[in-house]
């Protein structure tokens, strides 16, 4: 895992993977969700998990 210059914070992916990440259904920018559990996107608010430092960007399933 990488860790950030601030304050010693694992980060769970690298910042320069994590820089070019967009939500796959706006196409906006992702933040980490509280804890750095998950992703949650900035524009349309959907919420994408983190698994083994792996962002999984799947779009929902429609019903």
Known sequence: MAK???KGIEEPI????FDILACPLCKADLEYAKGKK???CSGCGEKYP???GIPVLLPPKTK
Do not use: A
Request: charged content about 40%; overall charge positive.
């Open 4 to 6: 950030s210059k601030q």
């Open 14 to 17: 690298p910042k320069d993977l």
């Open 38 to 40: 998950g992703l949650v």
């Open 50 to 52: 983190i698994k083994e």
